[in-house]
């Protein structure tokens, strides 16, 4: 049975798992986005998104906080910058993880994790005006009230 085992360990002891996390997380500021596997991005996703959420209140003890699971000067502060204001707005949901496909040595599952805010893709308004909608309905529509009149 799988009662009580929520979490993920990945296959190693509690230090490597604490020491991995930091140090993809850290990567995951720095970076905006990393590929690795599918299920250490889920566990990635866990961890970092508390710490975000902990970087909205700006003050010495948040700081210090993240800098204790985080251990990297820059990225604690490039989190605490300018250009993550836009991510320190959102309500949750920092990250995004997509599925990329399987690794050819193993079959790892492959995946991206990213945060959501620096995705030039999604969030530029030209890709909203590139969406293509058939026009069947309207025609429909106005071929029904020629006949009608």
């Not at 026009?135 to 071929?143: A, E, N, P, V, Y």
């Amino acid at each position: 049975m799988n009662h009580r085992k929520k979490n993920n360990h990945l296959g190693r002891k509690k230090e490597h798992v604490k020491s991995l996390l930091s140090n993809m997380s850290s990567s995951l500021i720095k970076e905006k986005r990393i590929y690795t596997t599918l299920g250490k991005a889920k566990v990635l996703r866990k961890y970092i998104e508390p710490i975000i959420t902990k970087s909205k209140i700006d003050t010495t003890h948040s700081r210090r906080n993240i800098f204790s699971l985080l251990r990297d000067k820059k990225a604690v502060q490039e989190l605490f910058e300018e250009s993550f204001r836009k991510v320190r707005e959102r309500s949750g949901g920092y990250t995004r993880i997509i599925k990329i496909g399987s690794r050819l040595g193993d079959m790892g599952k492959l995946s991206l994790i990213e945060l959501v805010d620096f995705n030039r893709i999604y969030n530029s308004k030209q890709s909203s005006k590139a969406t293509r909608r058939s026009g069947k309905k309207k025609r429909d529509i106005s071929l029904i009230s020629n006949e009608k009149n």
